[in-house]
């Protein structure tokens, strides 16, 4: 048996950053990892340049059933701490939109800082964390063929999406054998398959509005060949939904627009008239009738209209495209048990949970790294 005084289960973001913070304290840290190398979510993240903190972290950008509970870590690590920590380590960034922080050189640069930072660490990787045991106030966590002893364990086994990058829902099962509750899990930042479009506007991108729980955004989507993706729609499912209503010419009123053209322009077919709006593929997809525009009914028109600014895509046509693209999950250890000073469950003394593993779920933008890089290292102040 090995003996340390922090065990940390899992070297992505979260257990980086706790080990970090432990080994600086002086603490005996080993982190256990099932991957073959260390932070492989980190390396492919930001389509592989890594979209590292968000200046916009705080609460109203996280969600799960208490999404107050980002506060107390985001007090202690501010979007700024994290800037100064990648100056630390000369890593230069780009601001993809003002405050969303990517690495300039590509992920590898986060990783290797993150690595460089736990240089005094045990790292085990290949190594499957099976099981957690207390006894006599120590942990004993378990793998296929060895055992190691702790004060102190931090669950840093993040999310299930992704699964190709390899995933477990072992952080669950630990939780749930202390008595935390699991909120149930479910895909988010993802893509969404559903059979109102047609897949041959496949590659198409374009600016759309979409209206989630009352909530507007704005930004692109991408037509795939099973439904659709793109910021837009990752944005929209990371919210709680119902329907999803698309507007794909967000401030164009395509109800007026048409009647004009009616008036000005009666011999071109209504999707000759969208494609000033849209892009051609999607007009005639709105519209295939080759009619002339003059020949159709005033309510005709509010109709097509209605298929460019309100799209409606009903519960019960969207799947959520889950282990494919899903960057994160909703869902998973219930905070109402765990503090949010230090990341302590309040069931077990000296078991931590950091990251994704907890029910908190950040929006697209950085925001999800950076709830991992903050819970981690207020995990590893404590344990
Ligand atoms: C493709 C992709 C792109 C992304 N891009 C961004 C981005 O640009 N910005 C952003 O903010 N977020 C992004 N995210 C989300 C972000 O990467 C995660 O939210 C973050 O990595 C979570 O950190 P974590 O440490 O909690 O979990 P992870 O980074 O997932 O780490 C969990 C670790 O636990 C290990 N593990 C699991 N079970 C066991 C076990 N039983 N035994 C041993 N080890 C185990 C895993 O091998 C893994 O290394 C992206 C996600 C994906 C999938």
């Not at 601001?95 to 930072?117: I, R, T, W």
């Not at 957690?132 to 086994?157: G, P």
């Amino acid at each position: 048996m090995r003996n340390y005084d922090v065990i940390i289960i899992g070297a992505g973001a979260a257990g980086l950053a706790a080990a970090a913070q432990a080994q600086s304290r002086g603490r005996r840290v080993a982190i256990l990892d099932m991957g073959n190398v260390p932070a492989r979510k980190v390396a492919a993240s930001g389509g592989g340049r890594c979209n590292f903190t968000n200046a916009a972290a705080s609460a109203n950008r996280y969600f799960g059933q208490n999404p107050d509970f980002v506060r107390g870590a985001l007090a202690r690590v501010t979007p700024d701490d994290i800037l100064d920590w990648a100056r630390g380590h000369n890593i230069s960034w780009t601001e993809k939109s003002p405050g969303q922080y990517f690495c300039a050189a590509g992920a590898a640069a986060a990783v290797n800082a993150l690595m460089h930072d736990v240089d005094n660490v045990d790292i085990f990787t290949n190594t499957f964390v099976q099981n957690v045991e207390h006894k006599n106030n120590e942990f004993i966590v378990s793998t296929a063929n060895a055992q190691f002893i702790s004060q102190s364990v931090i669950v840093t086994t993040g999310g299930t999406s992704f699964s190709t990058l390899g995933v477990s829902d072992v952080g669950y099962k630990i939780a749930r054998q202390f008595g935390h509750k699991i909120i149930p899990v479910r895909p988010a930042l993802c893509a969404i398959k559903t059979s109102i479009f047609d897949s041959q506007l496949a590659g198409i991108s374009l600016d759309v509005e979409i209206t989630v729980g009352g909530e507007r955004i704005r930004d692109a989507m991408l037509f795939t060949h099973f439904g659709i993706g793109g910021p837009a729609v990752y944005r929209a499912t990371i919210r709680d939904f119902d329907n999803l209503y698309i507007n794909m010419a967000p401030g164009i009123d395509v109800y007026d627009v048409l009647r004009v053209a009616k008036k000005t322009a009666g011999r071109k077919s209504v999707a000759s008239v969208l494609s000033d709006i849209l892009p051609a593929r999607v007009a005639k997809w709105v519209c295939p009738d080759v009619r002339h525009i003059a020949d159709y009914r005033d309510d005709d028109i509010r109709k097509i209209a209605q298929r460019v600014n309100n799209i409606i895509i009903p519960h019960n046509d969207i799947k959520l495209h889950g282990n494919i693209s899903a960057e994160v999950v909703r869902g998973g250890v219930d905070t109402s048990k765990v503090s949010s000073k230090t990341m302590e469950s309040k069931l077990c003394p000296g078991l931590f949970f950091a990251g994704e593993v907890l029910d908190i779920a950040g929006d697209l933008g950085g925001f999800n790294l950076h709830w991992a890089w903050a819970s981690g290292r207020v995990a590893g102040q404590n344990a």
